[in-house]
């Protein structure tokens, strides 16, 4: 009995995908819970996996755009599994072999050759019979945009166009944090089973600024103001296959260690591949560290529709004046991009201060 393989619903608002790759070839036998291939949306990527067990036949290649219900393969539950890929190899081989093999010919008879007339020189090569140049191959390459980099794409520019972005910017000296990581690290990382990075500081700087400043904890939704009283922060992540937004829910009542943890499962979802839909909505703020890539400034895009976004950047040594005196210092710059219709620029500005007050003071953050 055949048994259809189809999209699968992956979303309310999603209709459509690409199927990105196969993980079974044709002729393969799988087994219930065998991943079949991964399903490229403008939203996530879903793997998909065999709901029966048997023998499978192909219907769609990859790089194909899909419908939501459409069928792709089919699993033969009766079948046997194509013969074994050594066994086609082998036989592949022999015939190799046999056509490699030379046939022995009895030469031909030689016309004889007259001693009075000389030998007739070969006649060159006419042009049109010389080899013709090779043509420059690989110059460029043409592949349609993902669903999810279309969709990128679309809101950048949405953003762009549909809010006043204005950016600010201020300096935060990572002294103090560093010391502390240093200090704490070996007890935090076996008391929690993970590593005390530098973004829980910044989760939490950002909460305590957003209850300080709860103008940026709001959004434009036609004609009114919608003011949020909670804090799911959206942490930016860079996978291959282009920018997500993970979002961290209620962040005022984790620990250092609770967000720390959700920190690690997004990255570990992310590098899988596994990341929901459900773990890209209803985020009221976002944070993008391209520090990490090596960037020292920036003016991040605006996330719509939230109000407001923090851009960390890299961690450098520069001299800086403190009490009077040169000295170096860890520093890195802060940027904070925000929709002007919501946020006036004293409160942006204020914003940008309490975080870099909360770094340069985290044993605060560290004790709640």
Same mark, same amino acid.
């Given at each position: 009995?055949?048994?259809?393989?189809?999209?699968?619903?992956?979303?309310?608002?999603?209709?459509?995908?690409?199927?990105?790759?196969?993980?079974?070839?044709?002729?393969?036998?799988?087994?219930?819970?065998?991943?079949?291939?991964?399903?490229?949306?403008?939203?996530?990527?879903?793997?998909?996996?065999?709901?029966?067990?048997?023998?499978?036949?192909?219907?769609?290649?990859?790089?194909?755009?899909?419908?939501?219900?459409?069928?792709?393969?089919?699993?033969?539950?009766?079948?046997?599994?194509?013969?074994?890929?050594?066994?086609?190899?082998?036989?592949?081989?022999?015939?190799?072999?046999?056509?490699?093999?030379?046939?022995?010919?009895?030469?031909?008879?030689?016309?004889?050759?007259?001693?009075?007339?000389?030998?007739?020189?070969?006649?060159?090569?006419?042009?049109?019979?010389?080899?013709?140049?090779?043509?420059?191959?690989?110059?460029?390459?043409?592949?349609?945009?993902?669903?999810?980099?279309?969709?990128?794409?679309?809101?950048?520019?949405?953003?762009?166009?549909?809010?006043?972005?204005?950016?600010?910017?201020?300096?935060?000296?990572?002294?103090?944090?560093?010391?502390?990581?240093?200090?704490?690290?070996?007890?935090?990382?076996?008391?929690?089973?993970? *590593? &005390?990075?530098?973004?829980?500081?910044?989760?939490?700087?950002?909460?305590? +600024? =957003? !209850? @300080?400043?709860?103008?940026?904890? #709001?959004?434009?939704?036609?004609?009114?103001?919608?003011?949020?009283?909670?804090?799911?922060?959206?942490?930016?992540?860079?996978?291959?296959?282009?920018?997500?937004?993970?979002?961290?829910?209620?962040?005022? *009542? &984790?620990?250092?260690?609770?967000?720390?943890?959700?920190?690690?499962?997004? +990255? =570990? !979802? @992310?590098?899988?591949?596994?990341? #929901?839909?459900?773990?890209?909505?209803?985020?009221?703020?976002?944070?993008?560290?391209?520090?990490?890539?090596?960037?020292?400034?920036?003016?991040?895009?605006?996330?719509?529709?939230?109000?407001?976004?923090?851009?960390?950047?890299?961690?450098?040594?520069?001299?800086?004046?403190?009490?009077?005196?040169?000295?170096?210092?860890?520093?890195?710059?802060?940027?904070?991009?925000?929709?002007?219709?919501?946020?006036?620029?004293?409160?942006?500005?204020?914003?940008?201060?309490?975080?870099?007050?909360?770094?340069?003071?985290?044993?605060?953050?560290?004790?709640?």
């Amino acid at each position: 009995m055949s048994v259809p393989v189809i999209i699968p619903t992956v979303g309310e608002s999603i209709t459509s995908g690409v199927l990105s790759s196969w993980h079974k070839q044709e002729g393969d036998r799988v087994a219930v819970g065998d991943l079949l291939f991964v399903l490229d949306t403008d939203k996530v990527s879903s793997e998909v996996t065999a709901l029966e067990a048997g023998v499978l036949s192909i219907k769609v290649a990859e790089g194909t755009e899909v419908q939501i219900g459409e069928t792709v393969a089919e699993i033969d539950t009766e079948a046997a599994a194509a013969p074994a890929k050594e066994e086609g190899k082998m036989k592949n081989e022999e015939v190799a072999e046999e056509k490699a093999e030379p046939k022995v010919e009895d030469p031909a008879p030689k016309p004889p050759t007259s001693m009075a007339a000389p030998a007739t020189p070969p006649s060159p090569t006419p042009n049109s019979q010389l080899p013709a140049p090779t043509r420059p191959e690989g110059r460029v390459t043409r592949r349609k945009l993902s669903p999810l980099r279309r969709k990128i794409a679309l809101q950048l520019v949405s953003a762009q166009q549909n809010a006043a972005i204005l950016t600010t910017f201020n300096e935060v000296d990572m002294s103090a944090v560093m010391s502390l990581r240093k200090e704490v690290q070996e007890g935090f990382q076996a008391k929690y089973g993970v *590593k &005390l990075g530098f973004m829980s500081f910044f989760i939490k700087a950002v909460v305590a +600024a =957003l !209850k @300080a400043i709860p103008q940026i904890n #709001a959004q434009l939704e036609g004609d009114e103001l919608i003011e949020n009283h909670y804090y799911d922060i959206g942490v930016a992540v860079g996978t291959e296959k282009g920018l997500m937004v993970p979002v961290l829910r209620d962040c005022e *009542k &984790l620990t250092l260690a609770g967000l720390e943890k959700e920190l690690a499962g997004f +990255a =570990l !979802k @992310a590098r899988e591949g596994k990341i #929901a839909l459900s773990d890209l909505q209803g985020g009221v703020f976002t944070i993008s560290n391209g520090g990490v890539y090596g960037s020292l400034l920036s003016t991040p895009i605006l996330n719509p529709p939230q109000s407001g976004i923090l851009g960390m950047h890299k961690i450098q040594e520069r001299p800086v004046a403190i009490e009077g005196k040169v000295v170096i210092r860890p520093m890195m710059y802060l940027a904070l991009s925000y929709d002007h219709r919501v946020v006036d620029g004293k409160e942006a500005v204020t914003f940008l201060i309490k975080v870099k007050e909360a770094l340069e003071n985290p044993v605060r953050l560290f004790l709640d």
